[in-house]
């Protein structure tokens, strides 16, 4: 049996627990006995505890107790968690098994337990899509990928936000029991064994300024109408009657986003769009969503969401065809 450890604590994200514990709960069932996951929840009181949408859980051992080896140990995140002083009993628990662990890590905002115990610096790390930046800043020396589901680097493993934590415990039955095994566990799950692309969803939309006719909500909205335009920062600057210098400051501090990042990601939505609704050819979607070739299409989607743009179409026709 291979042991795994769940670390919660005051206001955890349920989700967080409940998900990656049902894949590898599952996963008991598709395999020899014996050779399946045996799971503890660890805490750092031996006192039920109060999750932020209400639920008590109660853990199996406190983080005080006579250390284990373990052959997974995660911490899961919580809403308060970015905001909320380290946990000092936690914290030591995390450095401990991190020592001695085959792999350890995070789901979600579970990345800043990590970083208060000093974990992930030098790391390549990832967290809730929302939480990123902010991780970024408070543990400057980690390596923090915005829109990855999930992240291998070594032993340590990281997820995206909440329901990513399915993501990264189907990914470590693959690793242990194979793709089959893994795939079948999804399944029974009604979840996709590997989701394709990043987390970030309409991220344009989301990072949108509260004013909307402020210069950058203009140029937003501009961007949106016209997608398969030649974009330039002059010609944006253009439409608010701004110098080019100005526009570009203007606009990363209202939307944290470079007005180029911005209309590449714009443009990644809109064909992401295409790919989930349509059978047109990748070439049309390309030109009509302003990355010009399939090929230009098809850099951009691998650089910013690890796959190409027929596997992200052929994602959803599986699943349609799965239903």
Same mark, same amino acid.
Not at 208 to 217: M, Q
Not at 285 to 308: H, K, N, P, W
């Given at each position: 049996?291979?042991?795994? $450890? ?7 994200? %349920? ?8 894949? =590898? ?12 996951? %045996? ?38 995140? #919580? ?13 030591? !628990?995390?450095?401990?098994? /991190? ?15 990590? #970083? ?12 809730? !899509? ?11 020396? $980690? ?10 680097? #070594? ?5 995206? #936000? ?23 566990? $999804?399944?029974?799950?009604?979840? =996709? ?14 990072? %949108? ?27 944006? %600057? ?30 990644? &939505?809109?064909? *992401? ?5 349509? /059978? ?5 979607? $390309? ?7 399939? &090929? ?5 989607? *691998? ?21």
């Amino acid at each position: 049996m291979r042991s795994v $450890a769940i670390a919660i604590f005051p206001q955890v994200q %349920a989700l967080d627990v409940a998900g990656p514990l049902d894949v =590898f709960a599952e996963a008991n069932g598709f395999v020899e006995p014996g050779e399946g996951y %045996a799971i503890t929840v660890v805490s750092a009181e031996n006192v039920p505890v109060r999750a932020s949408n209400g639920t008590r859980m109660l853990a199996d051992v406190t983080c005080e107790a006579p250390q284990q080896h373990y052959d997974v140990a995660l911490v899961a995140g #919580g809403p308060g968690l970015p905001f909320d002083p380290p946990d000092l009993r936690l914290s030591t !628990w995390l450095r401990d098994v /991190a020592s001695r662990c085959e792999r350890y890590g995070s789901i979600c905002t579970g990345a800043f337990a990590l #970083g208060h115990a000093g974990l992930i610096d030098g790391r390549y790390v990832t967290t809730h !899509w929302q939480n990123a930046p902010q991780l970024a800043r408070q543990f400057p020396l $980690a390596r923090v990928e915005l829109d990855r589901i999930h992240i291998r680097d #070594g032993s340590l493993v990281t997820s995206a #936000g909440v329901t990513a934590g399915i993501d990264v415990a189907l990914s470590l039955v693959a690793e242990d029991h194979g793709p089959r095994i893994a795939l079948a566990v $999804a399944k029974r799950l009604v979840v =996709f064994a590997q989701r394709r692309g990043g987390q970030s969803q309409f991220s344009p939309y989301l990072s %949108a300024p509260a004013d909307e006719t402020s210069p950058a909500a203009k140029v937003q909205a501009y961007v949106m109408e016209h997608i398969g335009e030649r974009m330039t920062v002059e010609k944006l %600057a253009q439409i608010v009657g701004m110098s080019e210098r100005n526009f570009a400051r203007a606009f990363v501090e209202a939307t944290s986003v470079t007005p180029h990042d911005f209309v590449e990601q714009a443009r990644i &939505d809109a064909a *992401r769009n295409a790919l989930e609704s349509s /059978a047109t050819p990748l070439k049309t979607i $390309a030109y009509e969503c302003g990355f010009g070739t399939a &090929d230009r299409m098809r850099i951009v989607f *691998r650089q910013r969401l690890g796959v190409s743009p027929n596997d992200y179409r052929l994602s959803f026709q599986k699943l349609g065809a799965d239903g």
